[in-house]
């Protein structure tokens, strides 16, 4: 194969492939709903705007000394779009999505699909299933923005990337971020200062002062990555409960309809709060319900939701993605949920609490790190590293920004953006949360062997929010 064709993948795109299992695939499924839309417009989009994106034309395949990008030699759009002419009632359409995601994709080809279901009840309704592999979430709504203008008459001016060996690049990366979690002291200590020193007599008193704040300096950074990481190890497991079962690999999922942004807005204003946490006080209000079913004792129980990061400004001018391109790059926090909390505002409180430790904490940084080694570590040590993540979450709660305006998908309006994210290891439940042009939806897809049906879950979430305003 031409060595142009074929390009080692980043580890922290590899790690999603290391870390899956049969019964838990690591794939974003996202829906849309567009007035309108029919096969050849769709058709037509995706050769000109979605296959401007070279990657995907590839496919992860697995080769010493690791995955590899290959492009596949016999690509046609044909094995990537399939449509369904059933006029689908909201019951069915939830029926024929969850089918979906139970459907595997094949590993012979680049590992995304689109299914269209023209003349469903309420507009098209467009289904993309991807492997983590290819882009995080934050990533994939950024493709979208590019491609769906915000006016039916305006074409995209920016598309389109060239998939390049970047491994150099991400090792820069990783240099730098772990730079940037011990300190620049250090750097200064064996760099311009120690240059700077060189020119003052032996003995002088100014020069030691400097030499001496440094080196507390660096003392102190490396004893908080220290405690950061112990700290990160030892955070309990979870309890026992209906939420932590052996998966079954069949997934039943569901969505919201559309609740005004301005809701959640005027609860986080009035509460001194950030709407990401009323989110989660709202899942950990269905979480306690979920348990006290189940009968678990809610004043002993720890259970926590892992809540991806994203770590991209965070990283060095340079080094960070260029926008419009693929990738991950997230890192993952562990938010204690407030279950033995009786009161939606004692839980809201507590979440607050948690969330503003964590923002300080240097959590995601060592969990990106540790993600991106699970496909560089031996095969027997890979286990030990899923289970930092897996055992320390019952559910994955992501919540991503959509775009503030409507957007049209080949000259059609979208109406609602919806996605399901992917959850790892032995977690079976995912709830994401996505803001579209003043609205939010909720998501909730769940195993069966965790929850049969994840419809009341997500009625449960939405109670708590009528709670904070009724």
Known sequence: MNQEDSHLLLPVDSAWLALERPENPMTITVMLRVEGLTETRLREFLEVYWLAWQRFRYMPVRRAPGWWWEADPVFDLKHHLRVTPDAFSPDQLQEWVSARLNQPLPDYRPRWKFWLAPNAEG?????????????????????????????????????????????????????AWFRELIGSELAEASGNRSGDMEGHAEGSSGSLQDAGKVLERVAQTGLKLVNEVSQFLVEPEDSPSSLKHDLLGRRQCCWSTPVALSRFQDIARLSGVTINDVLLSCVAAAVRKQLAAGQVDLDEAVLHAAVPVDIRGQLPAGIKPEPGTLGNCFGTVFVPLPVDGESSLERLYRIKHETRRLKKSWQPGIAWGLTASASLVPEPWRQPVADVFCRKASAVVSNVPGSREERYLAGCRITEQMFWVPQAGD????????????????????????????????????????????
């Open 123 to 175: 507009g098209a309704a467009l289904l993309l299933r991807m492997h983590h592999c290819y882009a995080d979430g934050l990533s994939l709504l950024g493709i979208f923005e590019r491609i769906c203008p915000p006016s039916p008459q305006q074409l995209p001016a920016l598309y389109g990337a060239p998939e390049t060996p970047d491994l150099q690049r991400w090792s820069l990366a990783a240099g």
């Open 427 to 470: 977690i079976g439940l995912g709830v994401s949360i996505v803001s579209y042009a003043g609205s939010v939806q909720f998501g909730v897809v769940a195993d069966e062997a965790v929850m049969a049906s994840p419809s009341r879950f997500l009625t449960d979430c939405l109670e708590e929010l009528d709670a904070f305003t009724g």
